[in-house]
T-cell receptor, first 109, second 118 residues
Framework: GQNIDQPTEMTATEGAIVQINCTYQ??????LFWYQQHAGEAPTFLSY????GLEEKGRFSSFLSRSKGYSYLLLKELQMKDSASYLCASYSGNTPLVFGKGTRLSVIA | GAVVSQHPSWVICKSGTSVKIECRSL??????MFWYRQFPKQSLMLMAT?????????EQGVEKDKFLINHASLTLSTLTVTSAHPEDSSFYICSARVQTGSYNSPLHFGNGTRLTVT
């Protein structure tokens, strides 16, 4: 089975940095995805990690530690438009993605 | 690239009627597509895996006779909600993965269909 845990809600200030954590327990783990979902819209792909370490993509970075079953998404220079839910999803073998419940991020002025 | 188109974006229907939702991969072929459902403030829950040319694989607790899936071509999968009831009102999202031969290509999502059953 697979179990993914991430905080339900977070609030951060415009221009700041925020880290969204995700822990997972999966068998046959192959990779960890992060998606962004604005209210009423479908998710959009942000990043993917399969090896330990940090993947950087502009203002967004994602980190993975396979031994600890831990990942985080780092958002820098926060903008109001970054207010959304951020979904952590794990991939095992050839099975479909399993999503966490998402972290609802509110960016305030 | 890797665009998934879903239609309709929203639909309102009466209880007892059936609704068909289409999911198309516009610029790639998808032998497998995935159908998710999302209730307000909940996560995406996988309903079924749609396989081109064969039967869909349903997740535990999802009624295959109620949620009919047809994957007749490499670019089209349809989900039909039969005899819809108000509790079927939800956000239905399809997704597909570009077949790269690697397991680490991301899922690309359609824009979703918001179904309201009155």
């Amino acid at each position: 089975g697979q179990n993914i845990d991430q905080p339900t809600e977070m609030t951060a200030t415009e221009g700041a940095i925020v880290q969204i954590n995700c822990t997972y327990q999966t068998s046959g783990f192959n990779g960890l995805f992060w998606y962004q979902q604005h209210a009423g819209e479908a998710p959009t792909f942000l990043s993917y990690n399969v090896l330990d370490g940090l993947e950087e993509k502009g203002r967004f970075s994602s980190f993975l530690s396979r031994s600890k079953g831990y990942s985080y998404l780092l958002l820098k220079e926060l903008q109001m438009k970054d207010s959304a839910s951020y979904l952590c999803a794990s991939y095992s073998g050839n099975t479909p993605l399993v999503f966490g419940k998402g972290t609802r991020l509110s960016v305030i002025a | 690239g890797a665009v998934v188109s879903q239609h309709p974006s929203w639909v309102i229907c009466k209880s007892g009627t059936s609704v068909k939702i289409e999911c198309r991969s516009l610029d790639f072929q998808a032998t497998t597509m995935f159908w998710y459902r999302q209730f307000p403030k909940q996560s995406l829950m996988l309903m079924a895996t749609s396989n081109e040319g064969s039967k869909a694989t349903y997740e535990q607790g999802v009624e295959k006779d109620k949620f009919l899936i047809n994957h007749a071509s490499l670019t089209l999968s349809t989900l039909t909600v039969t005899s819809a009831h108000p509790e079927d009102s939800s956000f239905y999202i399809c997704s597909a993965r570009v077949q790269t031969g690697s397991y680490n290509s991301p899922l690309h999502f359609g824009n979703g269909t918001r179904l309201t059953v009155t």
